[in-house]
């Protein structure tokens, strides 16, 4: 909406809301489309779980035994081995998937095809859809602001897209994060909100000086964690652009850099290089299970690839075998 000059009227704001939420919804639903269109064939069937019980996956056969439902007897096992033999199978659960999706000003930032927070927005809808169907939860916590933002966990497309839209809704920072909205708070919190044994994906760059890394160890104790790094790749390399005004996002520190020395370059190079070497290594030590995403690849193809050469989906359900 284009406002005139001159004062608001509540016509005018009321218009921008609505202009707002229908522009939040149009994206919401061709990121959904394309990630719907991308994924069809990739993955097939739902989650499993280690569980015995009632259920429609086949797990394994045993003798049979008076009082056994006749109906679960193989019959061509039974043909095989001449003894009667019914089947055992995996119990259905549904699974409850969180997303702790990084907003802090680092994320503001991309010099390739996107910036950092529209791939963890991706990110967010990519594993929505993956677990979001029959009866499973999904939900989402935003941490790097103000203060730490959170959809309790819904089921249907409907408690994934409002779960998208809080991320959509969530303002550019200009700081740094506020007291007990960093990440090694969000990581602290989520069992708190979610007791429950499930998938935690953790969508961030990880540049954060919070000793995040005993947080997410402790999580993973109990979840099933994915971490996903995003980077971009002015991170890493420095360009040869001449004198170069550098400002941290997140302190407002400002440096001014000639970026013609070629030492310079290189010192910058091999500081990232090791900074995210111990991101890296910080989050493999953990035990939670690594991607690295960037802004100038095709992060959805990143992510199936993970998803289906890991099937984290299905190794999860493993963990809701055993109460919470």
Request: proline share 4%; aromatic share 4%; charged share 25%.
């Amino acid at each position: 909406m284009t406002r005139l000059p001159g004062r608001p009227t509540a016509t005018d704001w009321v218009s921008e809301s609505v202009g707002t939420q229908v522009n939040r919804a149009a994206v919401l639903r061709r990121l959904e489309l394309d990630v719907i269109r991308r994924l069809d064939g990739r993955l097939t069937g739902d989650h499993r779980t280690a569980a015995y019980g009632p259920g429609s996956e086949r797990a394994a056969a045993r003798p049979y035994q008076p009082g056994d439902d006749a109906r679960r007897i193989d019959w061509s096992l039974t043909a095989r081995s001449l003894t009667a033999h019914v089947r055992t199978t995996e119990a259905d659960r549904e699974l409850e998937t969180w997303v702790l999706a990084d907003r802090s000003a680092s994320m503001d930032f991309g010099t390739a095809q996107r910036e950092k927070r529209d791939v963890v927005l991706g990110v967010a809808a990519a594993f929505g859809v993956l677990t979001a169907r029959a009866g499973n939860r999904f939900g989402v916590m935003a941490f790097g602001g103000d203060a730490l933002v959170h959809r309790p966990a819904a089921t249907g497309r409907r408690g994934m897209l409002a779960g998208l839209a809080t991320l959509y809704d969530c303002a550019r920072q200009g700081g740094t994060p506020g007291p007990g909205a960093d990440l090694a708070a969000a990581l602290r919190t989520l069992p708190r909100v979610q007791p429950r044994r499930g998938l935690v994906v953790v969508v961030s760059d990880f540049h954060d000086d919070a000793d995040w890394a005993h947080a997410l160890r402790e999580l993973t104790l109990r979840q099933s964690v994915i971490a996903a790094v995003v980077t971009d790749p002015r991170d890493n390399v420095l360009p040869d652009v001449g004198m170069l005004d550098v400002v941290d996002p997140e302190t407002g520190r400002l440096l001014h850099v000639q970026t013609r020395s070629p030492k310079l370059r290189s010192r910058f190079a091999e500081a990232a290089q090791a900074r995210q070497d111990r991101i890296h290594t910080s989050i493999r030590s953990t035990g939670a299970a690594l991607v690295s995403l960037s802004t100038d690849r095709d992060w959805l193809t990143d992510v199936i690839g993970f998803a289906t050469g890991r099937a984290v989906i299905r190794r999860t359900a493993a963990l809701q075998g055993v109460s919470s």
